[in-house]
């Protein structure tokens, strides 16, 4: 059981079984649906916060490891040495994702810090899937910005692949290489490096891509 202000000692957070939701809180940020994913493709990749390499003894691919290693204080979104250097903007600071790498975007960070304050909870809603009226604002970009944008942007986008408007990922249907990376299929570089994008988002990404992939 985590203290309600987050003073728990570490040793006592792991082995935190997922706490399953048959009914999702519109306002409920939920751990393995909403903050694992931004982990995975920013964070947990190969020379940073994964497994293998745990930068800075810092581990991001799982819940366990998030509370340890990065020692998360529940309750205490503004009170976290994580949200400091996600939020850092001072170069000659610990900044995180460092450069060339992109920083996250103000929801994914606001995003993570509500799920700190909701308790840092290794939550997860199995109903959290929407799979009627897809579009390409409200469901599948959200997608994007928070698996893929943070590699693919700018100058030094990941083998120079950028994704930062609809025309891009577009072209991207068409060839057939979003699809090849998101659903690792052979021929094509497994996308993210951190880990393959939830069931929910690769449900999405399908239905948007076999209704036309449409601007809506």
Known sequence: MQDPVGDTPTDTILDVPITLSDTCNFDTVYFQNDILPIFLANC???????????????????????????????FKGDDNDLMEVIMEMDPAETV?????????????????????????LNNECENKCKTENITFSQEIWPILESTCRGCHQGARAAKGIRITNYTQVKS?????????????LGGYSP???GGQVDSCS???????IEEGALDN
């Open 44 to 74: 947990a990749v190969p020379g940073c916060h994964n497994a293998s390499t745990a930068a800075d003894q810092v581990v991001l691919d799982n819940y366990d490891d998030v509370m340890k290693t990065a020692k998360i204080k529940a």
């Open 96 to 120: 995180m994702p460092p450069a060339p790498a992109s920083r996250l975007s103000p929801e994914l960070i606001n995003a993570i810090r509500i799920w700190i304050n909701q308790g840092a």
């Open 172 to 184: 991207m249907v068409d060839d057939g290489s979003l699809e090849g990376t998101v659903y690792h």
């Open 191 to 193: 996308m993210p490096p």
């Open 202 to 208: 690769m449900q999405k990404l399908r239905i948007w």
